[in-house]
């Protein structure tokens, strides 16, 4: 069984947001949604000031606080460790979100556009089941099981890797299995520079960053 | 912190309000925590027999839990899809909430139909685990620095008891009975406790995020009102009620009045001032410029 994880190398992140967009579009989410997002950070005090730039989302982690205060069982964690919501089970209570440190779950309450009327693209992009309930990074899971049905490698076939990680221009998100040896995340974890955030927190993440 | 050394932890994206679950779910925790601690008081204070505040309190205490389900309910985003909140009761305290205020309910609504102390002894159970479980709710929610902490659930249980008491003697000198002058004594304990317990709370050592979030109830206007209006008011009050037999009723009633609007305090303050999510924290980084 595999194990997806993923680096986000944040020496290598410009802050472009094309991350950003191809998950928006990637999952036709609604105005004011944005399941990954790039944090524009300024640390220190003048004259030593730094610039970072952090990508969030979930962290997907092997211990999802998300997970067990769910009082419906929507949240749930695949074996792969995928951390996803069954719309049709949530009751959009907000707990999850609550119990998340990463602030990565997103509420939809309904459908907004940009506009006053919804544009063609919004109007073929509407999910109502996405509405009033509770919603987050997904890892891209229909892109990953469906290259996996065809044979493909999450992580270097691009169709069947995250939108995120194929769209960034940096090469800055790595994904892929973490019990694979072989892969390319495993390599570049066995490096030790990538650490997850907040381990305080006993999530166990998924996703690790490079920091410097 | 200067060029080339390494910054502590550092909070790259700060804590940011909660906006999720606001005056509903305080409304829930309010109603919750009163119906469970004005059905306790009453039930104790009559050493579990049959009297007319016990059947008043049978009355109104499920109705107040049974409100504050409706509050919250509103707020969900599919709030048709609400029984199914029933289904994780192994691991969800907010499913665990519902079955025991379901209990509750059902009890004390049994003692007014079929009056007996064997429906009271367990409708207590449950008031007392419905106090516990909200509290359980908060404190299992780890991004809320303000809520993850081990003694939430004993807050609120005591906050139930405060609050119960308070709605206890307003009940009673509203329908015209003498408080009795152990209830003012357990009621001035009880705000002793309580607000030693704040304090503790407030004290707590569990990072610079939850010192920040409870900034306004430790050092700011928020705990002032808590412990002038919720604390000593009511202690005033109630020392009042038992120096002056005559002005007893006044007093209590006055007391009464405070708890109540001191809890709703409190738990207001709690839910949305103190709901920030907690910092994004990254530790190692650098002041330094990357090399080519």
Known sequence: ??????????????????????????????????????????????????????????????????????????????????????????????????????????????????????????????????????????????????????????????????????????????????DDSGSAVSKQLSEGEAQPLMPECGTQPNVFYVVD | MRTGEMTPPVDLIPAQRQRLWGWPAVANFTLGG?????????????GFERAPAVTLCSWLAPLFVLAGFAAVAAEAGRPLRGPRVLLKVRTSWMSRELWIGGAFVLLAFADILYPHRMLRAPALVAAVLLALAQGFILSRSRGVAAWDVPTMPWLFLLSAAVSGSGAYMLLEVLSG???????????IGLLILGFWAGRAY?????????????????????????????????????????????????AAALAGLCMLAGQIHVKGELVVRAGFLRPITVTGLKMSRRLP
């Open chain 1, 1 to 178: 069984m595999s194990r997806w994880g993923m680096i986000i190398d944040t020496r290598r992140c410009v802050g472009c947001q094309t991350c950003t967009i191809a998950c928006k579009q990637e999952h036709g989410l609604p105005a004011g949604t944005a399941w990954r997002f790039v944090a524009d950070c300024e640390v220190g005090e003048y004259p030593d000031v730094r610039r970072v730039f952090l990508p969030m989302q979930c962290m997907h982690c092997a211990e999802p606080p998300c997970v067990p205060v769910c009082p419906t069982g929507a949240s749930r964690r695949r074996e792969d460790g995928i951390v996803w919501v069954e719309y049709n089970a949530c009751v959009g209570c907000g707990y999850c979100a609550m119990a998340c440190p990463y602030h990565a779950r997103h509420l939809v309450h309904e459908a907004t556009g940009y506009f006053d009327a919804p544009t063609q693209s919004e109007a073929a992009d509407a999910r109502p089941e996405r509405h009033g309930v509770m919603t987050k990074c997904t890892f891209c899971k229909e892109r990953v099981d469906a290259g996996l049905a065809q044979g493909l490698t999450p992580g270097v076939d691009p169709v069947a890797t995250p939108a995120c990680s194929v769209a960034c221009i940096a090469n800055a998100i790595v994904f892929g299995d973490l």
């Open chain 2, 34 to 46: 009163i119906g469970a601690g004005l059905y306790g008081t009453a039930v104790l204070t009559a």
């Open chain 2, 177 to 187: 009975r003498a408080v009795s002058p152990a209830v003012l004594l357990a009621s």
């Open chain 2, 202 to 250: 407030v004290a707590t050592p569990a990072g610079h995020a939850f010192r920040e979030a409870t900034a306004s109830l430790r050092d700011g206007s928020a705990g002032r009102v808590a412990a002038g209006l919720g604390g000593a008011l009511p202690l005033a009050a109630l020392a009042l009620a038992l120096a002056s037999p005559g002005l007893a009723a006044p």
